[in-house]
């Protein structure tokens, strides 16, 4: 049963409370419910990152015991961790996160990795991030090439505003926010411009495996994880579309899910696209496709 805030708590009371009722939550699950109950704990009670440690003999404010436990129960009915943070880190950058964006995961760095390595050479690089969703990918590359311009684009109109709070939080002045279809590039960019890199992380969960999802997945937009029938919708779409959009050289960057890689590196050979390769995660499994324009 979970701890409310009452007079004697203390916080090492509250987060050994929360922690069991999210470890029964989470029991058949690959969870770390000691991990998550802290970080709410400090979160509610303004601790720092590892406070609980030193703090954890405090008695704990009522009110805020109470807001805790109410936290720790909309967790454990399967709302996002992050979306009850309110913020989550992707590359060692902030980003405000919550209903309505697909949140920053750690495998999308390896994307990031890929462009950052692709264009170690330009210092003014022109790029593209469509599907952009939080502007994680975008912010980052602005941040990490300091000539760049970078254009983010979005079609959700819930999405871009974590796109525009993320901008400004991470003060990307070189991020240029567009909110446009992905379909319509002549009406999302600007004509005449051409990219030295493109760089998307589209939708690409097949729709038959969305009600399957961790119930924390699915309270995220089904816009930024349905990639149709097969899951390859956006990347029959993007190759071909954005070839032209592409300098002579330039690269197109995309992740993918694990089973992909087959399928979308041949799509970008049929697609003319040249120096394809496929690379995997850290844990060993297919997550980016890039290729150049020839």
């Not at 961790?214 to 994880?225: T, W």
């Not at 197109?252 to 995997?280: M, P």
Request: glycine share 10%.
């Amino acid at each position: 049963m979970m701890t409310d805030g009452n007079a004697s708590a203390t916080l090492q009371n509250l987060y050994q409370s929360g922690r069991s009722l999210l470890a029964a939550a989470f029991a058949n699950h690959d969870a770390h419910p000691g991990r998550e109950a802290a970080l709410l704990l400090e979160q509610i009670f303004g601790l720092p990152r590892g406070g609980l440690a030193l703090e954890g003999h405090r008695p704990a404010d009522p009110a805020l015991g109470r807001l805790y436990a109410e936290t720790v129960r909309r967790r454990a009915k399967g709302e996002p961790l992050q979306y009850l943070l309110g913020r989550w880190e992707f590359y060692s950058l902030p980003f405000s996160v919550g209903p309505g964006v697909l949140i920053p995961r750690p495998e999308t760095e390896l994307a990031v990795d890929t462009a950052l390595a692709l264009l170690k050479d330009n210092s003014e690089p022109v790029i593209a991030d469509l599907c952009s969703g939080s502007g994680c990918i975008a912010i980052a590359l602005a941040k990490n090439l300091p000539g760049s311009l970078v254009y983010a684009v979005e079609k959700s109109s819930q999405a871009i505003e974590y796109l525009y709070r993320n901008r400004a939080l991470n003060q990307a002045d070189t991020v240029r926010l567009v909110w446009g279809d992905l379909l319509c590039p002549s009406a999302c960019l600007p004509r005449g411009e051409r990219f030295d890199l493109i760089i998307s992380n589209p939708p690409y969960i097949p729709t038959s495996q969305l009600p399957g999802l961790q119930p924390e997945v699915r309270r995220e937009p089904s816009m930024a994880l349905d990639g149709g029938g097969d899951g390859l919708d956006f990347y029959r779409v993007i190759p071909p579309l954005y070839f032209g959009w592409l300098r002579r050289g330039g690269a197109l960057v995309l992740e993918i899910g694990y089973d992909q890689g087959q399928a979308v590196t041949r799509l970008l050979q049929q697609n003319g696209y040249r120096d394809i390769t496929l690379l995997q995660d850290l844990a060993g499994q297919d997550r980016v496709v890039w290729g150049r324009r020839p």
